[in-house]
């Protein structure tokens, strides 16, 4: 029963995501400009932060972070559900927004290079995050309606969470890295 319905509300976190990456996605078409400004916020305040810093200090940057936005999609639970979806949308709508304009610029082959050897890790620990969210949250409803134990059911969530997420975002930080920038040294030169 546990695992069906985790099942379940991750798919529906997968669907919830590429939905908001879809729309972030068609958005750039839409407003190329609002991209670049995105795009150079992003630049000046976590790029080069996170550039200018030796590979073990970058990972352990990056780490923390993931670790905060996953931690917020599953603590968003609390809030019936509410802040698990803003962020999830926030994240998918961005995300999409920037791929897609990065697309545009650089070429599939590039961003495939820069997003995917770590983000086979990252991805799956932010859709985990968020369907744990989505369980805490119907967790909450029901103990609202007298038929569950919501603080017995989150300690089962959080150790899920610590056995799964926490794992996938520390190999996401540490390939993102040391790997994934020397993949797309070898992808941008042989393009």
Known sequence: MFNKKLSYSISLSLILFLIFF???AF????????????????????????????PPFMALTLFINNFE?????????ATFGVLTLLVLLANGVII????????????????AAG?????IFEIPAFIISSGLGFLLAESLWLEYKGKDD????????????????VPLLAAAAIIEAFITPQIINIVVQGV
């Open 22 to 24: 879809s729309i972030g």
């Open 27 to 54: 958005t750039i078409n839409q407003n190329s400009e609002s991209a670049e400004i995105l795009l150079q916020t992003l630049n000046e305040d976590l790029f080069n932060f996170i550039n200018e810093q030796s």
């Open 69 to 77: 936005a996953s931690l917020l999609l599953f603590a968003g639970g």
């Open 96 to 111: 999409g927004f920037v791929v897609e304009y990065a697309i545009e610029l650089q070429g599939t082959a590039a961003v």
């Open 115 to 119: 997003i995917i050897p770590h983000g």
């Open 150 to 165: 919501a603080a017995e059911y989150a300690m089962k969530l959080s150790k899920i969470y610590l056995m799964t997420v």
